[in-house]
């Protein structure tokens, strides 16, 4: 590990442990783990079922655009490298970890980068535009009763986002066009155009990629179920049109590469956005910790495939 590396990961283990010590400051932890106790137990197993179901989905999703891009690698072996990634991601930066690993693992045993990068890449951007979407769905449906003028700009903002992550497939004339000649032999700028294409090839391939959308909706969809569920299994009654709003958020902020497992920066964003509808802060941080644990709990098959590898090469 490089000291730039280093440093980095210090940084965010130091901004991770700031913002829980701030929250800690503010509201009361007793509560808060009293909180955590009381989840009932009939919810805690309904999330476990819907969390089976979305890591599914999630490996589905990338299965099908490594289909798409015909890498030459197994199901088995997609899966496993699918499900250890994300679970040696969880010690990672929250965000960047677990797909890095994944591209990196897949180009090792495939020996194909570029297309490997692309699949994770490509899965990533729509997994994000999906939460977009979902919160801008949301949103709509909550300003149409709150604020009728946030409309517009909601709209805009969905269709920008759709625009942007379209552009994507297009980056390789992009970068060709605003590219120096001079540059284009150069050893990075070869790779950055090696992906570039690898992410074109994606342009003709229309049905795995609505495929792949449907399943990032559906995913994302689910993870706000997941959080209704646990909210109401800790008695906290805020409908589940409200989820749609802040769920979202807190989901973008889990991808943001500045946190650990994904605490600190995304349990204060959902703190913060269900003050306005009068929940505790106690209560909101402990959903807000069951949120972060349970993506955690959906990473243990991986753990369990890891240590069942080390095992068989001991």
Partial sequence: MTPHLTGATWLRILLTAAILVYLGSRIDL??????????????????????AIDRALMVWRWILLLRASRTAVSVRSAIRIYLVSSFAGSFLPAGVGADALRAYSLGRQ???????????????????????????????????????????????????????????FWSDRLLRAVLPGTWRDSRHAGRLLHLADALARYRGRHGALGSVMSLSIGVQVLRVLEAYVLGRGIDITVGFSYYLVFMPVGLLMLLLPISISGFGLPQGMIVWMLRPQGVPDPQSFALSTLIVLSGLAGNLPGAWLYLRARKDVQ
């Avoid at 808060?32 to 476990?48: E, T």
């Avoid at 769905?137 to 517009?152: H, N």
């Fill in 30 to 51: 007793g509560e808060a783990g009293r909180a955590l106790v009381r989840l009932d137990l009939g919810a805690a197993g309904l999330v476990l079922i819907l969390l």
């Fill in 110 to 168: 495939t020996a194909a980068t570029s297309e490997a990068l692309a699949s994770v890449a490509v899965d990533r951007v729509l997994g994000m535009l999906s939460i977009v979407l979902l919160g801008v769905a949301g949103v709509a449906v909550w300003t149409r009763r709150v604020d009728p003028g946030l409309w517009q700009p909601t709209m805009v903002l969905a269709v920008l986002t759709a625009g942007l992550t379209g552009g994507l």
